[in-house]
């Protein structure tokens, strides 16, 4: 009796770590080639999403046709896919879907996305593929009769402002991480008054967000826009703005882990108020850092642009115009936004 108790222990050990294999090696990885990441996301929308691995093509009922993107460039430039996707979708009454490799590198950034994604890898070869220009004129050709895989990466800053009524309630920043972006910039201050002699907390501090976009950006912009990389100079004028605004400031700098030591000795050394960002936070997490301040001094990209976007932002400074910066789409349909916009200032910086 004894030798078949062990017997039964040991059936049960083997079935227990059987089962922790399964789980370890097959469940969880299958969730995140998926691009589902069960520590991060709530439970219901992690079943919901192994669910639908073995749902039809389309996550909507009845089953019709869908489009998604194809993921391209980084975090900023699958926002602004992501937002037109959403956009096109409540506009023409189209089903759409995030693609996994979205869903993937938003992470826990959004509070609860609407748009189901798409799970099942037979669902993206059954796609036809076509130019995100080309959508305008579907429907008087038929309309959308197969799924579709647009293509490129839209991302006009005025439509995206004239229609944020559509996508705001979508893109939320979720609560967990403005809990984590509130913690992260209050211990940015706390390091940073450490390096003050004058540690009082009793003065109003303001802090500003800074986008810094630098490195093989430089080259893009030659390539596209004629133009070139905001020079040092642009940074300081823009300190020496919101310095004589507020008084006591504090500008936290972000930028890529490769541009930080470009930052630290052009705009950090010598600056008591300005505070380089260099605690490795993920994309997601800088950019929701950007979203929760009220001013921001924007260069060039999506991810600064986002950074305005997201955030109820009241001030932001942009170069002014002049025969070398013209002619950079982000800057002029700032210009334009300003004509209309009630509720955020846009400020021209000199840029050199």
């Not at 991060?40 to 996550?59: D, F, G, K, Y």
């Not at 993107?69 to 995030?98: D, S």
């Amino acid at each position: 009796m004894k030798a078949s108790a062990g017997c039964v222990v040991t059936r049960l050990r083997l079935f227990r770590w059987l089962l922790m294999a399964v789980l370890m090696f097959v469940l969880v990885p299958t969730l995140l080639m998926y691009g589902v990441r069960p520590l991060e996301l709530p439970m219901r929308r992690v079943q919901n999403a192994w669910m639908n691995i073995w749902a039809n093509c389309s996550t909507v009922e009845p089953r019709q046709p869908i489009i998604t993107f194809i993921p391209t460039g980084r975090l900023g430039n699958q926002i602004c896919e992501y937002a037109h996707l959403f956009m096109i979708h409540k506009t023409y009454n189209v089903a759409a879907a995030i693609h996994p490799e979205m869903l993937w590198s938003f992470g826990d950034m959004f509070a609860d996305l609407s748009l189901t994604p798409v799970m099942k890898k037979q669902c993206l070869r059954e796609t036809d593929t076509a130019s995100i220009e080309e959508f305008p004129r579907l429907p008087t050709r038929g309309g959308i009769t197969k799924n579709l895989l647009f293509v490129g990466t839209p991302c006009c800053c005025l439509t995206l402002w004239e229609d944020r009524d559509i996508w705001r309630e979508e893109l939320q920043i979720s609560r967990r991480m403005k809990i984590r972006t509130k913690k992260r910039i209050n211990e940015m201050i706390s390091s940073w008054q450490g390096r003050q002699r004058n540690k009082s907390s009793n003065t109003q501090l303001t802090v500003i967000g800074v986008h810094v976009r630098r490195g093989d950006y430089g080259e893009w912009l030659r390539s596209h826009y004629g133009v070139d990389l905001m020079s040092e100079s642009y940074y300081k004028n823009a300190f020496q703005y919101y310095r004589d605004r507020f008084g006591s400031v504090l500008f936290l700098v972000l930028s890529e882990p490769y541009v930080r030591e470009w930052c630290q000795h052009h705009l950090e050394r010598n600056s008591r108020d300005v505070y380089v960002v260099r605690d490795n936070g993920s994309p997601e997490e800088d950019i929701a850092l950007l979203a929760s301040v009220h001013h921001f001094i924007y260069s060039h990209g999506t991810f600064g642009l986002w950074g305005i976007f997201l955030a109820d932002v009241q001030s932001v400074a942009y170069p002014r115009h002049n025969d070398t910066y013209k002619q950079y789409a982000h800057h002029h349909c700032f210009d334009e936004i300003s004509l209309h916009s009630n509720k955020t200032e846009f400020v021209t910086i000199q840029a050199k």
